[in-house]
């Protein structure tokens, strides 16, 4: 594998970072299995992308995106709690309907950002050649968010969170609306996946309707990767995890598709990711067999 | 002061399948009184803990709690005025969650939660204090996680948390009929120590007869939705287990065959 396509996958996993850190809130904290992130992701993409074209700041745009990924969330916390539709076919629909609304939005499958200014475009041109850019970036912006998510978790808000995923019963007999903590959480989750997807767009230069498929399986392989390496020690290490484990998941699969004893083409990816995360899913239940 | 004023449930009405679960239950506790609740399977026990929780919205009637009427308010919009401990030790508290993060849960029952550290030095350090009356040596565990403890344990700790922010009544559901005798003992004589110590106003439903003369200041016996005895002062200082096994068989018109589970 060359330097540069070591970086490539450094910076892909910290861009798949935030979808970690999503899925990590939907799945482990609400307890809500959240397909919305399929739609969300590409959503944000796309929302960054046309704004970026149409000249407004690529700061505003990726916070536009992030506007709309959480609206996304709502929605589909929205068909769950108020429709009483099962969560996860809730976030389905939800998910379906994404995939119309991201091409509404770009008015086709495709946008380019070539030569657009992005978030990244100041710091281009420093001195730091161009894949050590980018990596370094989305990893600053992921240290925040993640610090950021670790804050309110322990916060007495995020504690009547993470009490509405574990026992929502309880939760409510401590005077939590655990219905209104679902509406939030998704909101959060989808947004930061769909912060995602604006970094996604800015440092590949485009946005396309397709790039969300199979999102959730790799969120959720990084999360069980950094579960598996790092263990449940507290929420700071579960989030360090979610991060770790999404450039480990990118990295392993460049290694897979460019070590050529192997015969894998890049088509190949899909099953591979899907060997990947059923290989992360099934080793800690071996090894917590063994010991047992 | 807590007062049910004519409180009728009826469930699943208009359907082959209606019920009614409590059929005209007035109740008036007045503040500081612990009040001892019996009845067999199917009396109303559970209905009237629902119906003051919040769990169960009144098909007629009115709730008051304290000095504010709650009848149509959701569990989690009165929780400010009601601490509950449950049956199920694990259904009080979050397994997930440490010790010490399951009372700065509780500590904050029915209140705004914002944006603090859950956990400054200062609430760590009161919630230690006060899992140290409980000679336990969780003090010593104060962040391991809920789901470590045993079932006495977290009933243990579900009576602190129960007790960490101020309320008008304390629901106790059965709350050691999970436990063996020994664990069980210890977390009666604490809930008669806490609810004496802070004068707290409660509801205890219980399944023992012994425990429901023994502890309380009134007893209430259900029977098919509504009160059938009603007992406080000199006249239940004299009733033994035995008569109210003859109360409960003459109510019933029948010979009771879980005597023994009666007597407990």
């Known amino acids: 594998m060359s330097q540069i396509a070591f970086w490539g996958a450094v910076e892909l996993g910290l861009v798949y970072a935030f979808v970690a850190l999503g899925v990590f809130l939907a799945f482990r904290v609400l307890d809500f299995p959240d397909l919305t992130v399929d739609g969300s992701f590409p959503l944000g993409a796309a929302v960054t992308a046309v704004l970026i074209i149409a000249g407004v700041n690529p700061w505003l745009a990726s916070g536009v995106a992030m506007v709309a990924g959480a609206a996304a969330g709502i929605v589909t916390a929205i068909l769950n709690v108020r429709f009483r539709i099962l969560n996860l076919l809730a976030s389905i629909l939800t998910m379906i309907a994404l995939f119309s609304v991201n091409l509404r939005v770009m008015g086709k499958p495709n946008v380019a950002l070539i030569n657009a200014d992005t978030m990244l475009s100041p710091f281009y041109g420093l001195g730091l050649r161009d894949f050590y850019v980018r990596p370094l970036f989305v990893a600053f912006l992921v240290a925040v968010a993640a610090v950021a998510v670790w804050r309110f978790l322990e916060s007495d808000a995020g504690l009547a969170m993470r009490a509405t995923g574990a026992n929502a019963r309880m939760a409510r007999a401590q005077g939590v609306d655990t219905s209104r903590q679902i509406y939030l959480g998704m909101a959060m989750s989808n947004a930061l996946v769909a912060l995602g997807g604006a970094l996604f767009a800015q440092t590949n230069g485009f946005a396309d309707v397709t790039s969300g498929v199979g999102t959730i399986v790799v969120g959720l392989a990084a999360v069980i990767i950094g579960e598996t390496l790092l263990g449940s020690r507290g929420i700071l290490i579960a989030l360090a995890g979610c991060v770790l484990g999404s450039i480990l998941y990118r990295i392993a699969i460049q290694l897979a598709l460019s070590t050529d004893m192997l015969g894998l083409q890049a088509s190949d990816l899909n099953l591979v990711t899907a060997a990947l995360v059923t290989l992360a899913l099934v080793l800690p239940r071996l090894r917590r067999g063994g010991a047992a | ?264």
């Open chain 2, 1 to 264: 002061m807590i007062k049910l004023d004519n409180i009728q449930v009826v469930f699943g009405k208009g359907t082959p399948l209606e019920k009614r679960a409590l059929n005209s239950v007035s109740l008036i506790i007045e503040e500081g009184t612990f009040v001892t609740v019996i009845g067999s399977n199917g009396a109303g026990k559970s209905t009237v803990l629902g119906v003051l929780a919040g769990d169960v919205i009144p098909t007629a009637g009115q709730v008051t709690v304290g000095n504010t009427e709650v009848t149509r308010k959701g569990t989690a919009a009165r929780a400010g005025l009601v601490a509950r401990v449950f049956q199920d030790p694990l259904a009080g508290s979050c397994g997930a969650l440490s010790i010490e993060e399951n009372l700065a849960l509780a500590a904050k029952r029915g209140e705004n939660r914002g944006l603090t550290p859950a956990l400054g030095t200062k609430r760590r350090e009161h919630f230690r204090e006060r899992i140290a009356e409980l000679n336990l040596g969780l003090e010593n565990r104060m962040k391991d996680r809920m789901d470590l403890l045993s079932g006495g344990q977290r009933q243990a700790v579900s009576l602190v948390m129960a007790t960490l922010a101020g309320s008008e009544v304390l629901l106790l559901d059965e709350h050691t009929a999970a436990l063996d005798p020994g664990m069980a003992e210890f977390i009666m004589n604490l809930t008669q120590k806490i609810v004496s110590e802070r004068k707290l106003t409660a509801l205890m439903v219980t399944h023992s007869m012994r425990q429901a003369l023994d502890f309380g200041d009134r007893t209430i016996m259900l029977h098919a939705g509504e009160v059938v005895l009603d007992v406080s002062g000199d006249s239940r200082k004299t009733l033994q287990v035995e008569d109210l096994i003859a109360m409960f068989r003459r109510i019933r018109g029948q010979t009771l065959d879980d005597d023994a589970l009666l007597i407990g």
